[in-house]
């Protein structure tokens, strides 16, 4: 029984990608638990993206839309400190408070 409440710390998020990719989202982020970092890293993902390339009649083309639709984090490496096994993933404090 695990009570999110009352746990003290986040669970360790390696081996759990799904939490990995939580901190890639607004209201989360990432913490290095070893130095205290919590706003450079190195972040290696794996996506399947959908792209629209619009071409000119040369060849050339720019992507005009990128859609994600499924993308995996490899690894999370903090930038101040190396380490790679005491990152974890924390709610963001809410802006402008
Ligand atoms: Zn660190």
Redesign the pocket.
């Known amino acids: 029984m695990t009570d999110p409440a009352t746990t003290p710390a986040p669970a360790a998020p390696q081996g759990d990608p799904s939490l990995l990719l939580r901190a890639l989202e607004p209201d989360h982020r990432f913490r290095?638990d070893?130095?205290?970092?919590v706003t450079r890293f190195d972040v290696t993902v794996t996506a399947t993206t959908r792209r629209f390339h619009h071409f000119d009649l040369g060849g050339d083309s720019r992507v005009e839309e990128e859609e994600v639709l499924e993308q995996t984090v490899r690894s999370v490496v903090?930038?101040?400190?190396?380490?790679e096994d005491?990152i974890t993933v924390e709610p963001a404090p809410v802006a402008g408070t």
């Open positions: 290095c070893a130095c205290g970092n903090c930038r101040w400190c190396g380490r005491a």
